[in-house]
């Protein structure tokens, strides 16, 4: 009544379509590297997660066990939930993907197929369906990362399977430590400032400006001029005074170098990258097109969002798009699209902050 994988006594145990039984955490751990039985090497179309639905328990194991070896099915199931709790760690509990960039409310499309996460990823989908993603840096990765949770996953015969996920947050890695071939880590979150924070720091920004943002003109009288009693402005047909203009709001100042955005409203600095937006889309630029949208959304309005749209869609360097993920404020992120803005209407198609991850 030994499992050929563990050598120990069945716990859980599950039986292939070829015959064969072993536990159901062993069959998993070998589904994660091949999807052939152990003993007879047939391939097993059994999914990576064995549901107890799909799969259920060998009963009559189960009762032999149970009757002969009641003591040692007691150790043994200790046995299997101590070495998952070990896996969830108060020290390092979050299970780290190290390959790219994934922002907070954005969508990541991930290729699972390395032994070492889709372990990573099962374990996931049995607890709470999140993992962290950080950026690969030579010979490691980087300090800064975002919470995903998955949305949804297609598995495949070969074992391999296609995420899609959405972030949920950011953090910051404070140690590391590598958990059956995948790195784990113990973060902190990032959270932004509060709204009043915020407002403060963009007040401060703006009284600190030799030459602030001019406030609207006032509105021109629309009253007519009096006359004497004789005549009248409405029936004369030469007046001494000039048509009354139609008032019109003046039109926002946009910022036309760095030191021009630390001092504009972040309203303006919003309504400046929507408009370098649209009118990137009536240029038809390449990184705009309609597969892209389709896959991130149209641009958002709000300003909380659009920076990470932004930097998903925007041809920067990945360590450019970096620095969004160590902000602390909407208009410290906008600031930072703002100057990738600048910079692409200064080079224009000469433009080389793009460059490839190769992992």
Same mark, same amino acid.
């Given at each position: 009544?030994?499992?050929?994988v563990?050598?120990?006594?069945?716990?859980?145990?599950?039986?292939?379509?070829?015959?064969?039984?072993?536990?159901?955490?062993?069959?998993q751990?070998?589904?994660?590297?091949?999807?052939?039985?152990?003993?007879?090497?047939r391939p097993?179309?059994?999914?990576?997660?064995?549901?107890?639905?799909?799969?259920?328990?060998?009963?009559?194991?189960?009762?032999?066990t149970?009757?002969?070896?009641?003591?040692?099915?007691?150790?043994?199931?200790?046995?299997?939930?101590a070495?998952?709790?070990?896996?969830?760690?108060?020290e390092?509990d979050?299970?780290l993907f190290?390959c790219?960039?994934?922002?907070?409310?954005?969508?990541?499309?991930?290729?699972?197929f390395?032994?070492?996460?889709?372990l990573?990823?099962?374990?996931a989908?049995?607890g709470?369906r999140?993992?962290?993603?950080?950026?690969?840096?030579?010979?490691?990765?980087?300090e800064l990362g975002?919470?995903?949770r998955?949305?949804?996953?297609?598995?495949f015969?070969?074992g %391999?399977?296609?995420?899609?996920? /959405?972030g949920?947050?950011?953090? @910051? +890695? =404070?140690?590391?430590?590598?958990?059956?071939?995948y790195?784990?880590?113990?973060?902190e979150?990032i959270n932004d400032i509060s709204?009043?924070?915020?407002?403060?720091?963009?007040?401060a920004?703006?009284?600190?400006?030799?030459?602030p943002?001019?406030?609207?003109p006032p509105?021109p009288?629309?009253?007519?001029?009096?006359?004497?009693?004789?005549?009248?402005t409405?029936?004369?047909k030469t007046?001494?005074?000039?048509p009354t203009?139609?008032?019109t709001?003046p039109?926002?100042?946009?910022?036309t170098n760095?030191?021009?955005?630390?001092?504009?409203?972040?309203?303006?600095?919003?309504?400046?990258?929507?408009?370098?937006v649209l %009118?990137m889309?009536?240029?038809? /630029?390449?990184w705009?097109?309609? @597969? +892209? =949208?389709?896959?991130?959304?149209?641009c958002?309005?709000?300003?909380?969002?659009?920076?990470?749209?932004f930097?998903?869609?925007?041809p920067?360097?990945?360590m450019?798009?970096?620095?969004?993920?160590?902000t602390t404020?909407?208009?410290?992120?906008?600031?930072?699209?703002?100057?990738?803005?600048?910079?692409?209407e200064a080079?224009?198609?000469?433009?080389?902050?793009?460059?490839?991850?190769?992992?």
């Open positions: 009544m030994d499992c050929q563990c050598y120990a006594l069945y716990y859980d145990s599950v039986t292939t379509p070829c015959g064969h039984t072993y536990c159901r955490v062993c069959l751990r070998v589904l994660d590297h091949a999807r052939h039985c152990p003993i007879c090497r097993l179309t059994i999914q990576p997660i064995i549901y107890r639905d799909a799969c259920p328990e060998n009963e009559l194991i189960r009762r032999i149970t009757y002969f070896w009641a003591d040692m099915l007691e150790d043994r199931r200790k046995q299997v939930q070495d998952a709790v070990t896996h969830d760690a108060e390092c979050m299970p190290i790219t960039l994934a922002f907070p409310s954005m969508p990541t499309f991930l290729h699972i390395e032994p070492r996460y889709r990573m990823i099962r374990r989908l049995e709470n999140t993992f962290g993603m950080v950026l690969y840096n030579h010979p490691g990765f980087v975002t919470v995903l998955i949305v949804n996953v297609e598995f015969d070969d %391999r399977s296609l995420l899609e996920t /959405v949920v947050s950011r953090f @910051r +890695i =404070l140690r590391s430590t590598v958990v059956d071939g790195t784990a880590a113990k973060v979150p709204i009043a924070e915020e407002e403060e720091l963009e007040a920004e703006l009284r600190g400006t030799a030459h943002h001019p406030p609207p509105l009288s629309t009253l007519p001029p009096t006359t004497d009693d004789n005549t009248t409405s029936n004369s007046s001494a005074y000039p203009p139609t008032p709001l039109l926002p100042h946009f910022p760095v030191q021009e955005i630390e001092t504009t409203p972040t309203q303006v600095l919003m309504d400046f990258a929507t408009d370098f %009118r889309q009536r240029q038809s /630029v390449g705009l097109t309609a @597969r +892209i =949208l389709a896959i991130y959304g149209q958002p309005h709000d300003p909380a969002i659009f920076p990470w749209w930097a998903n869609i925007l920067v360097r990945e450019e798009k970096y620095r969004l993920l160590g404020s909407v208009r410290e992120r906008l600031k930072i699209c703002c100057g990738w803005i600048l910079e692409w080079t224009g198609s000469r433009w080389s902050f793009m460059d490839c991850v190769v992992l």
